[in-house]
């Protein structure tokens, strides 16, 4: 018994004669006939009662009906869902996103986008700091990331850059550097500094204190906050000043203002894309390609 005589099967009961069903089902009735003799041969039962009006169904023909239309729909639901799961159209994707990105039109464009064209693949969205999400990246926790990187990946990780960012100066709305900002960063020398721990996001933290080493610059630090979100909330407090990414203005609590220097826009903090290559999911293709996509536009506008 194979799928093809059940189909064959259901079409003469549905139509009510095998000349009907053999137009239904594209075969010649003598071949039709054939393969219902064959199964009834395998199963070791008539199916149909032969009469002068017609055919109709045994018991046992009634009994195989109903399971032949469920296991025909079975077989079809299965015939969909592993082609959709081979063509990423249904499946789970889990992105990080660096806590001060989460806002940032180009990474906003990507995830609308990809829920848009993909409504049926779960997509779940992590709040996480570079470091954690390099971790879970490792570990294949989550399948990829917006996340800061640096220039020595390891192996195991594909990355792209996806948007162009540089360093903005965040002070207090009342401090007296927003009517009279100043013209280099060593003229901040004494002011008090809201910072970072390196434990949060080693690549970015490296990567912005070499920077103000660079510029002979040695911020002092007297409040430390977990991320952006805290750093920014304690300068609203008016307890320091910071230096932070340009794309922080997206998450900004009222009572910030951010000061554009020559010497901060000098230096890079763009955000990179990067995933897991050992990660082989047809689902997580279509995301990548999603966000290739929406880098190219970023790159186009800027």
């Known amino acids: 018994m194979d799928f093809r005589q059940l189909r064959y099967f259901v079409a003469i009961v549905e139509e009510g004669s095998i000349s009907a069903a053999s137009r239904r089902v594209h075969i010649a009735q003598p071949a039709l006939t054939r393969q219902i003799h064959a199964l009834e041969t395998d199963l070791g039962s008539s199916l149909f009662e032969r009469g002068a009006k017609g055919i109709s169904l045994t018991v046992t023909g009634r009994a195989l009906y109903e399971e032949a239309k469920q296991l025909l729909a079975t077989r079809e639901r299965v015939i969909a869902r592993i082609g959709s799961l081979s063509q990423g159209v249904i499946g789970k994707v889990t992105v990080g996103v660096t806590v001060a990105h989460l806002w940032v039109p180009g990474i906003k464009r990507v995830l609308s986008g990809f829920r848009e064209r993909y409504p049926r693949v779960a997509l779940e969205v992590f709040p996480l700091l570079s470091g954690p999400q390099s971790e879970k990246l490792k570990d294949g926790s989550i399948d990829a990331g917006f996340l ?107 009572g910030v203002r951010f000061i554009e220097m020559p010497e901060l826009a000098l230096c890079d903090m763009s955000v990179s894309f990067a995933w897991n290559t050992h990660n082989h999911s047809p689902a997580l293709q279509n995301f990548i390609n999603t966000v290739l996509e929406c880098s190219q536009d970023e790159s186009v506008g800027g």
């Open 148 to 254: 800061y990187m640096e220039d020595n990946r390891p192996d195991y990780l594909k990355v792209r850059k996806f948007h162009r960012d540089n360093l903005v100066l965040a002070v207090p709305e009342q401090s007296p550097l927003v009517s009279a900002p100043p013209e280099t960063v060593a003229q901040l020398s004494r002011y008090n500094f809201v910072w970072g721990p390196r434990s949060s996001s080693p690549v970015y933290y490296d990567r912005l204190l070499a920077y103000m080493h660079q510029l002979g610059f040695y911020p002092r630090v007297v409040q430390l906050g977990a991320d952006n979100v805290t750093i920014l909330s304690l300068v609203a407090a008016g307890l320091g000043i910071s230096i932070v990414p340009g794309d922080c203005k997206w998450i900004s609590p009222p």
